[in-house]
């Protein structure tokens, strides 16, 4: 029997229909899953630089790369072979490595507002840990953060906004007991008001504040420069800790990730702890979480916060990320991501202004996103605004033609080094056919 090669038969949908046999919805992580945009979700069987290939043998242009780590694009030569190479060492040693004192050192050196970083698996244990660490090292309770953030699935981070600046949050998953969020307090992104009435009234309770820098689970939406600001004059005079969540946005829109950015705009700029994952494992599980040696040092065994991982550190996800960190390094590497990102949303903002469909975008470094929207929206709410018919008109038709954006309207969308102008005029060319459809 030659399936593969019967075009009849779509080995996507019997995969899909052979997974949800065994794994709940047949996937290991929701989005995946196309339940918001509908249709079946593709099987990747391979990848190779800018591309990857379904179940079909179809070929995409692949803009979510991983959701970000795949910065380089898939099957780098010098990743793959420190990989390879790490692989006939051992796979996990349950013992420390000079791997991860190499990543260590090559983390801080690019995001120099640590002074110590802690190696984790996925970036949910990351962000999960620094708060346990911010609450540890402030002796505090309450922690901060904005509608639209997603800062992993930990319980005390899965909550909606309260009734009032008075009232914490409610979960939003089943399983999360009203009584663990309690402490956590949500307010709209970019509000400056909202954010100081909070302060006044729970400032000293508050042993951090974790916010996304530039929004890439709701899209693309950046904290504006007077709300960056305002948020970390508050947090300084309150004592609590300012977390960047950078597992999106770490090595991903600078070298010296979104806090660099911010620092060009507000002199001196620095979060107290930083939380990456993502690019800095290169597509294997590595996250991490760091600040400055005082906070650090709260942790065991040096100090009463605990935290473990029998995987943390791993030897082949740190060879991975080391080999991934040594491409970003080179001199250019940025300005040529950034370049293309820019390139593409230039190219769509055309094709849809011809049609005549609303459409923005915006791009920093190798993170982009875009609307149909007149104007870029500042917040969750006017995200969730969007006509889901129309996204998932685009999503499809970029789809049926080779293109692969994430399957969510509130999703960011990745450049890769491995993209070529030449992929990103198809893409531009598949999506100027896409909004006729939608112009109509
Ligand atoms: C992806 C992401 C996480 C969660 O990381 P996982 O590795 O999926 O657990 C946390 N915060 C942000 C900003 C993310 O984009």
């Excluded at 006939?88 to 090559?106: D, I, K, Q, Y």
Aim: glycine share 12%; aromatic share 8%; proline share 5%.
């Amino acid at each position: 029997m030659t399936l593969a090669t019967d075009s009849t038969i779509d080995r996507n949908q019997q995969l899909f229909d052979r997974a949800r046999q065994v794994i709940p919805g047949g996937v290991n992580s929701p989005v995946r899953a196309f339940k918001a945009v509908g249709g079946t979700p593709r099987f990747i069987q391979r990848a190779q630089g800018a591309y990857f290939w379904d179940a079909n043998g179809k070929r995409y242009i692949d803009y979510i790369g991983s959701w970000g780590p795949m910065i380089l694009g898939h099957g780098h030569p010098a990743v793959v072979e420190a990989v390879q190479k790490a692989v006939l060492e051992g796979f996990s040693f349950g013992a420390p490595t000079e791997r991860e004192v190499e990543l260590a050192e090559a983390i801080l050196e690019r995001v120099p507002s640590m002074d110590m970083v802690r190696l984790v698996s996925s970036g949910t244990e990351a962000g999960m840990s620094a708060i346990r660490l911010a609450r540890g090292a402030t002796g505090r309770s309450k922690i901060l953060k904005f509608e639209g953030c997603y800062h992993g699935h930990a319980d005390a981070l899965l909550v909606k906004a309260g009734s009032g600046l008075a009232t914490f949050g409610n979960p939003t998953s089943a399983g999360v007991p009203p009584e663990v969020v309690q402490h956590t307090l949500v307010l709209e992104y970019n509000n400056i008001q909202q954010l100081e009435e909070a302060f006044a009234l729970h400032g000293k309770e508050l042993a951090c504040l974790m916010i996304e820098p530039i929004a890439g689970n709701m899209n693309f939406v950046r904290a504006s420069v007077p709300f960056m600001r305002r948020c970390r004059e508050l947090c300084t005079q309150y004592g609590a800790l300012f977390v960047f969540d950078e597992v999106m946005t770490g090595l991903r829109v600078a070298l010296g990730s979104a806090q660099s950015v911010y620092a060009r705009s507000i002199p001196g700029f620095e979060p107290d702890m930083t939380v990456l994952g993502k690019v800095i494992g290169g597509g294997m599980p590595l996250a991490a979480f760091g600040g400055k040696r005082a906070v650090m040092e709260q942790l065991a065994p040096l100090g009463p916060v605990y935290q473990a991982g029998t995987l943390s550190g791993n030897p082949v996800a740190t060879a991975c990320g080391l080999a991934t960190l040594k491409e970003i390094g080179k001199p250019g590497f940025y300005e040529e991501l950034g370049r293309k990102a820019q390139l593409l949303i230039s190219g769509l903002q055309g094709a849809a202004d011809k049609a005549g469909v609303d459409f923005c975008g915006d791009s920093e470094g190798g993170m982009f996103g875009f609307f149909l929207f007149k104007e870029l929206p500042q917040n969750y709410a006017k995200v969730m605004t969007t006509d889901n018919a129309r996204f998932n008109t685009l999503f499809h038709g970029l789809l049926d033609r080779g293109v692969y954006i994430a399957p969510a309207l509130y999703e960011a969308g990745f450049m890769s080094a491995a993209h070529t102008d030449a992929d990103i005029a198809e893409t531009a060319a598949a999506a100027a056919d896409v909004f006729k459809l939608l112009s109509k």
